[in-house]
DNA sequence: ATTTCGTTTGTAATTTTATTACATTTATTG
DNA sequence: CAATAAATGTAATAAAATTACAAACGAAAT
């Protein structure tokens, strides 16, 4: 496992002076990786058997092996580690920290989403009669990205943003309609009483949120994502990008499902927008 | 560059003795840098020393600093990959492909991000009078996103997805309204067409799209995104997750600017959200 | 408030590891 | 077969990391 995640996940286990030492770290993993250890536990100010605890504490043999395992992770290319943006930031250090914790959300989300689930999820779609798309707020444009998704697969999609065409829809629905809410913390009133309502009526209700939450509970099926929000700047941010990711995951999974032929629509679908565009100097 | 090819590379370079250190380290790379100085000089029948030039040879500091860079080199099982998804992929494995893939092209994504044009843009929208989105296709869910953002910030915000209201609007756009048009491929011909409105009524006109576009060209400042899409399945997927990204740098550059104060603001709109959730069972 | 215990942290000694300076050997060329 | 340059090793030195132990700190109990 990287280590860096390793430490900004551990971040609450340390110590006083053991998380100095892990923000210097953090701030700024390449000079770690050439500092002595002297010079890490001046940094950090601390002092240098801390900073040997402070390796130990994190299953590693010493400083050097330490260093060694900093290196390796550096060395992905990926120090995607969940770094907050911070008043002073320049645009140069926030673009790169947002990009990077996306990425590192995102791997945290591929680690919690339980596959099973998936491949359950995606039998239920290649079989329904009409898939509703629910969310509201910043799920509402998952919901819209998901309706642009399975459009192709020219099936029934329904997706409405407002909550009474919404319950209206859900109203409607019969068995074999798969209804899909999305809601990040799953504690949203209005779509916990959709999901209620739709399974009312029969329609099988898949939900795209957090476990344990109530929206969890009034689904027939529940995909979970365990995603670090950062809630410091109070917008929803990491937890979209994954919404959105496992509806491709879901998508592509359908795709699979209805084999070669099928996919040879898709390219008909997508050649139908060639009309709408400006056509490439040479190729498509 | 990758030491272990550079070791291979420079063989010849070597003396005798330090052939064989090189014919050990490559024969194991993994035992050597869990070895110090001493083994590894035992184990290739060489003195201490003469390991300590070995590494020198190959312009490292010396032996620890070369164990760091074997050490990433060997790191290097290239993580994010951008790994297509094929016909006979498991749900497991094209579930795992996609989070991956997304995660490359976010990296990628960030790289060829233009920081300073950004800073511009913030610049921008901090002083627009009215901010438009507009995207088409997938592209129209990054625009219903970002609108999302941005009326968080209490700046007049408009987004539609009909193209003649997008005319329509832009029709009626003056000096100081800044318009953001989204599109991958940015051969949109009507999206290309709503930015020239916009232009030709004094707006500022803002592309997040591929450089060398035609909207690009109907710009008056771009933001180029380049993202290795996966055309295979016929669905843009990895390309609107890093529009997406970005419209997260934008909006968190605009509240760093606003200052401390303004990010209030948005907790307070964050909890006007709390009466229409379930409360969770401890804090909020 | 004060004592006590457990934890955390730092100081100083020790050990390990790496590097340097120099001597010896080995090859190379006239 | 010298003479010289290059390569290698030995031993001393320096640097770095680790250990053992003592002081400081903080929480719980009196």
Redesign the interface.
């Known amino acids: 496992m990287n280590i860096l995640e390793k430490i900004s996940q551990d971040m609450l286990e340390f110590s006083k002076s053991e998380k100095k030492v892990a923000e210097v770290i953090l701030a700024n993993p390449q000079v770690a990786?050439?500092s002595s250890i002297a010079s890490l536990a001046k940094m950090s100010n601390v002092s240098e058997p801390t900073v040997n605890r402070f390796c130990r504490r994190l299953d590693t043999k010493g400083y050097?092996?330490f260093?060694?395992h900093l290196?390796?992770?550096?060395?992905?290319?990926?120090p995607?580690v969940n770094r907050h943006?911070d008043?002073f930031?320049s645009?140069?250090e926030?673009?790169?920290k947002?990009?990077?914790s996306?990425?590192a959300s995102?791997?945290v989300?591929?680690q919690s989403?339980d596959?099973?689930m998936?491949?359950r999820v995606?039998d239920l779609l290649t079989q329904a009669r009409k898939i509703s798309f629910f969310g509201l707020?910043?799920s509402?444009?998952?919901a819209?990205?998901a309706v642009?998704?399975f459009f192709?697969f020219n099936v029934p999609v329904v997706h409405f943003e407002d909550i009474l065409m919404q319950r209206m829809s859900c109203m409607n629905s019969t068995e074999g309609d798969v209804v899909i809410c999305i809601s990040h913390?799953g504690?949203?009133?209005?779509l916990?009483e959709v999901a209620n309502i739709a399974r009312e009526n029969d329609a099988t209700v898949v939900g795209i949120t957090s476990p344990d939450s109530?929206l969890s509970k009034a689904c027939n099926y529940v995909l979970t994502l365990s995603v670090p929000e950062d809630t410091d700047?109070?917008?929803p941010?990491a937890s979209?990008?994954a919404q959105?990711?496992l509806i491709?995951?879901l998508?592509?999974?359908f795709?699979?499902r209805r084999g070669?032929k099928f996919?040879e629509n898709?390219?008909r679908?997508?050649d139908t927008?060639r009309g709408?565009?400006?056509?490439?100097p040479e190729n498509s």
Request: glycine share 4%; hydrophobic share 40%; net charge positive.
């Open positions: 990786i050439h050097p092996d260093k060694l290196a390796q992770s550096l060395a992905n290319g990926t995607y943006v008043e930031d645009p140069a926030y673009t790169n947002i990009f990077e996306t990425m995102l791997e989300a591929r989403v596959v099973a998936v491949n995606v707020g910043a509402a444009s998952v819209h990205d642009n998704k192709r913390t504690r949203t009133k209005s916990v109530p700047l109070y917008m941010m979209r990008i959105l990711t491709d995951v998508a592509t999974g795709t699979l070669n996919r898709l390219k679908v997508k927008l709408s565009r400006f056509n490439r």
